[in-house]
Structures are given as structure tokens and as C-alpha cells.
């Protein structure tokens, strides 16, 4: 009845946190300009370490700062793992090389290196040495930030395939300080290569005389240090894990990632998805500087700029079809924004297959050729209310088009072409930047966008010069 009620009470506690931000932001900015150190302490005291994060971003930077300081060690460390790496790098900035070695002692060796990593190269090597754990530390910081090796951690609970049940069990009591949460056990021979898994139920329910060979899974679920973070959340996510080890060249045992470690994967990962697609460069965030997010975000407003110049280009060089047949204008934002919406559509599924491995290289003819048949389809719809709407306006006004039936042949034709491109880029340029090594999500951005204006308006005028002159 106690843990029900625990948890009632932080339930009660956090929807209160969240119906009350502002206001706990102005209290708490309150309390700080007038140096209230035990009242705002005991207000930290009843929230939790990710509340406190959220809280140290929405108030003034200098105000933040000083609450920091103000935090015990082992509040400080639980509130620093989770920030984002800039905005803890700047909290830090102004921090004793001491305490922040006495901090980061408190995190699990996979946060100690991210915390690390953000820190000045002259800080970073003050603090290592001094680390309890800055063996493993310096190890995590070799591996690349988006790999197995650079999200695992080196804290977990091996035991050898010889070992009773009873002396395993002995094991995790003898790790509990330093591995939290032990989900399952790792089996491993003499040089530490992995062997096989044991769940901590099948341990439990097991003879305590048994050897752990012979409760142990041989067909344990591994990947290598090198393999990317999102290949290591879709692993986990397929299998339904909540803890895989992570293996070196040799099979040895290095490390081990946990399900909170994945949950954060998957939340970067679709966070830079949506700057790509928007334009934005991945290194903006909530500490980035004006200058930082003006300079991620000009390159694709540039190359929207040149693609913009290049439309107005074309239109240019078909100025004299306009001229024949001024009522073309009219129709240069539909097919524009019908071909953009058409390649959006069929980039959007080809990165979501791409990304959750549902489609592979392998799909890609077959994919395209599905695509073309879809868009087919959909342009022949949509030229054929386009071309309906154009013969009943001039039934109501005669004359506002001049030709209507050159007009709405060369309308007909334009959506079907440009359905049909634009559909058939949106599905090919996903698979040719996977190809190339980069994110597949950068093909929903302002380059694909402006790409298919240029198209669509070229098409348009061309079939507009071939049937009007």
C-alpha cells in the first residue's frame, strides 16, 4: 500500500509541475534575486532530476547557473544527465575542475563520457585522470557519439558459463552498487567472450547447485561496438530487448546498451529527422547562439534562393508562350505545389522504410515502379478536374481563358508528367543518399522541394509552347 501510494503522490506531484510551470519559474526566479538558498533547495527537493532540467532551461541563464551551483553533487549529476550537451557544457563552464570530477564519479560511465566529451579539451584532461572510473571512461570516448560503443555503458553483471546459481547470485549482490538495474546476466568464458544470457526470473527459479552452462541462452542477441545507434534501436525494438550486450572485434565482452539508452536514440534521431526536413541544421538547439542558428539554417535558405532564381529563370525564358496565352500564369502556383506535395508523399514513406529497415536497396525498382503506378493514377484524377474546372469556368465566364481547350489539354498534361516525376524523384533520391551515406530525411528538405518546382515549371511550358505555338 506504501509504493501505491508513493507513486500517487508523485503522479499528483508531477501534474501539478505541470500545470504550474510558469508560475514555478517566476517563484522560483523570485527566490533566487532575493538569495533564498534553503527555500528554492527545498523546492528541488520535491522534484524530480528531469523536472529540474526542464525548470534550469526555462529560467534566465545566469539564474540556472546559480541553482546549479547550488545543488548537492548527487543532485547535480542526476539533473546534468538530463540536459542537452550544450546547455550542460555552459552550466559547467564556470565549475571547479574538483567538483566537476566529484559529478561526474556519480554517473554511469556512458553519461560520464558524454559530459566529458562537451567539456573543454583543458577541462576534459584536468578531470579524467582524476575519475574513479577513467579507465572505462577513456575507452567510451574513443568510440564515435552515434555508435554501439558510443551510447553503451560498462557497468553489467558477467558471470562464467562454471559458475553455480547460487555464485551468480552472489555476483549481483556484489555489483549491486555499481550496476543499478540488472535485467539480465552475461555469460562469459575466461577471455570474456560472450557465451550466452540469463534472465534474472531463470536464475531465481533455478537450483542453486545448478551451473549456469545449463541454464544459460547460447542464442544471445549481440552487436559490435561499430554499429550505429539506429541500427541498435531498431535491433532492440524488433526483438523487444531491454538490455543488449554490446561485443568488441574479437566477441569479447565490452559493455552493454539499456532501454533508456535507446529511447533517447530514437528521440534524436526523429528530432533530426524534422530538421532535416524542415531545413534546419542538427546541431540547433535550445543553447544555440543566434549566430549558430543563422548559420544552420542559411545554407538551405541559400539553396532555396537559387532554386527560386532558377524558376523565375524558366519562366523568363517562356515568356513569350505567357505572352500568347497569359491565362498559364494562373496555374504556375498549382503545379508547383501539386508536384512538391506529390514528391513529400512518396519521400515521406521511403525515408520512414528506410529508416525502421523495412526497405531495403534491394526494394528500390520495385518501390519506384509502385510509386510511377500511384502516381499515374493520381494525375489522371487530378488533370481531370483540373481540366473539368477550367471548361466550366469559361461555360460561366466565356472568354476568361481564351482557348480553354489548349489550356486545359496542356493543364492535363502537365499534372500527369509532373505527378508521375515528381512521385518517381521523392521515392529515388531517399534510396541514392542512403546509398551515399547520408540521411535519408535531408530528401524531404527545401532541396527536393525547389527540384520540383524547377521540373514541373519546365514541363509545364513545354507542353504549353507544343500545343500553343
Known amino acids: 500500500m506504501a509504493e501505491i501510494v508513493s507513486m500517487t503522490e508523485g503522479q499528483e506531484r508531477l501534474a501539478g509541475l505541470l500545470e504550474v510551470d510558469e508560475q514555478l519559474v517566476d517563484d522560483i526566479t523570485a527566490l533566487l534575486d532575493s538569495d533564498q538558498r534553503g527555500m528554492v533547495l527545498n523546492v528541488m527537493a520535491d522534484l524530480y532530476a528531469p523536472d529540474v532540467a526542464r525548470l534550469l ?5 545566469d539564474e540556472a547557473r546559480r541553482l546549479f551551483h547550488w545543488l548537492s553533487t548527487e543532485r547535480a549529476s542526476e539533473v546534468l544527465a538530463e540536459l542537452d550537451s550544450g546547455y550542460r557544457a555552459a552550466l559547467l563552464e564556470e565549475v571547479r575542475p574538483e567538483r566537476i570530477t566529484a ?3 556519480e554517473l554511469d560511465t556512458d553519461d560520464a563520457a558524454d559530459v566529458l566529451a562537451d567539456l573543454p579539451a583543458e577541462v576534459a584532461r584536468q578531470v579524467l585522470p582524476e575519475l574513479e572510473d577513467a579507465e572505462d571512461v577513456q575507452e567510451l570516448l574513443g568510440y564515435r557519439e552515434d555508435t554501439a560503443g558510443g551510447i ?4 553489467y553483471v558477467a558471470v562464467h558459463p562454471d559458475m553455480t546459481v547460487a555464485e551468480a547470485t552472489e555476483e549481483v549482490r556484489r555489483n549491486a552498487e555499481t550496476v543499478e538495474e540488472v535485467f539480465a546476466l552475461f555469460v562469459a568464458d575466461e577471455q570474456d567472450r560472450l557465451k550466452g544470457v540469463v534472465s534474472l526470473q531463470r536464475l531465481l527459479l533455478s537450483p542453486s547447485d ?9 542464442d544471445v542477441i549481440s552487436v559490435r561496438t561499430d554499429v550505429d545507434q539506429e541500427e541498435v534501436a531498431r535491433i532492440m525494438e524488433r526483438y523487444d530487448l531491454i538490455s543488449l550486450p554490446v561485443v568488441d572485434a574479437g566477441d569479447r565482452l565490452v559493455g552493454r546498451i539499456t532501454i533508456d539508452d535507446v529511447i533517447d536514440v530514437i528521440r534524436e534521431e526523429a528530432e533530426e529527422d524534422i530538421r532535416l526536413i524542415s531545413g534546419v541544421s542538427a546541431a540547433e538547439g535550445p543553447s544555440a547562439s543566434a549566430f549558430q542558428i543563422s548559420r544552420g539554417r ?3 535558405l541559400l539553396v532555396g534562393l537559387l532554386g527560386a532564381t532558377v524558376s523565375g529563370t524558366v519562366i523568363k525564358v517562356f515568356e513569350g508562350t505567357l505572352e500568347q496565352a497569359v491565362a498559364l500564369a494562373s496555374f504556375i502556383p498549382i503545379v508547383t505545389a501539386m508536384g512538391g506535395n506529390a514528391a513529400v508523399q512518396s519521400a515521406a514513406i521511403a525515408v520512414q522504410g528506410i ?3 523495412d526497405l531495403w536497396m534491394g526494394d528500390l525498382w520495385k518501390r519506384v515502379g509502385r510509386e510511377m503506378f500511384v502516381a499515374l493514377l493520381n494525375g489522371l484524377v487530378t488533370a481531370a478536374l483540373l481540366c473539368g474546372f477550367i471548361l466550366l469556368l469559361d461555360q460561366v465566364g466565356p472568354g476568361s481563358f481564351g482557348n480553354p481547350g489548349r489550356l486545359a489539354i496542356t493543364v492535363g498534361l502537365t499534372m500527369v508528367t509532373v505527378f508521375v516525376l515528381a512521385t518517381t524523384n521523392g521515392a529515388l533520391v531517399p534510396f541514392a543518399l542512403k546509398h551515399m551515406g547520408i540521411d535519408p530525411a535531408s530528401s524531404m528538405g527545401p532541396f527536393v522541394t525547389t527540384l520540383n518546382d524547377i521540373i514541373g515549371l519546365t514541363v509545364y511550358f513545354v507542353f504549353a509552347s507544343l500545343i500553343y505555338l
Open 57 to 61: 532551461r526555462h529560467l534566465p541563464f
Open 103 to 105: 559529478i561526474i564519479d
Open 152 to 155: 553503451m555503458g560498462t557497468e
Open 210 to 218: 545448478a551451473r549456469i552452462r545449463t541454464i544459460m541462452d547460447p
Open 298 to 300: 542559411l545554407p538551405w
Open 355 to 357: 529508416s525502421s529497415g
